[in-house]
């Protein structure tokens, strides 16, 4: 299973993986499940592309959509918690953004 499938499966059935509703755990839980496949070497290209590039990607579609900059490098969660209201709004985004990410790549 790469990030791409885990992904797809948090989003059916998030309290199954995660408990509350909360995108700090969920950046954690992927950040495990990342974390082992690459120290395993069962990461494939879809793993190491994610952990490598969607912070900065997440970083960058807020500009572009959202006309708001960062002036400082921080990761998905940090951005994504910036422009959200909610955890809910937020969950939202995510696998928004998560699904256009994988699209592209």
Same mark, same amino acid.
């Given at each position: +299973?790469?990030?791409?499938?885990?992904?797809?499966?948090?989003?059916?059935?998030?309290? +199954?993986?995660?408990?509350?509703?909360?995108? !700090?755990?969920?950046?954690?839980?992927?950040?495990?499940?990342?974390?082992?496949?690459?120290?395993?070497?069962?990461?494939?290209?879809?793993?190491?592309?994610?952990k490598?590039?969607?912070?900065?990607?997440?970083?960058?579609?807020?500009?572009?959509?959202?006309?708001?900059?960062?002036?400082?490098?921080?990761?998905y969660?940090?951005?994504?918690?910036?422009?959200?209201?909610?955890?809910?709004?937020c969950f939202? +985004?995510?696998?928004?953004?998560? !699904?256009?990410?994988?699209?592209?790549?």
């Amino acid at each position: +299973m790469n990030i791409k499938e885990l992904i797809q499966l948090v989003k059916r059935r998030p309290g +199954m993986f995660i408990g509350d509703l909360k995108l !700090e755990y969920l950046y954690h839980f992927i950040n495990g499940f990342l974390f082992n496949n690459i120290s395993t070497s069962r990461a494939d290209e879809i793993d190491e592309a994610f952990k490598r590039e969607f912070h900065q990607w997440v970083r960058e579609w807020i500009k572009e959509n959202k006309n708001i900059e960062f002036d400082e490098d921080r990761n998905y969660l940090y951005y994504i918690q910036e422009v959200c209201k909610s955890q809910e709004q937020c969950f939202t +985004m995510f696998f928004e953004l998560a !699904e256009e990410y994988f699209k592209e790549l």
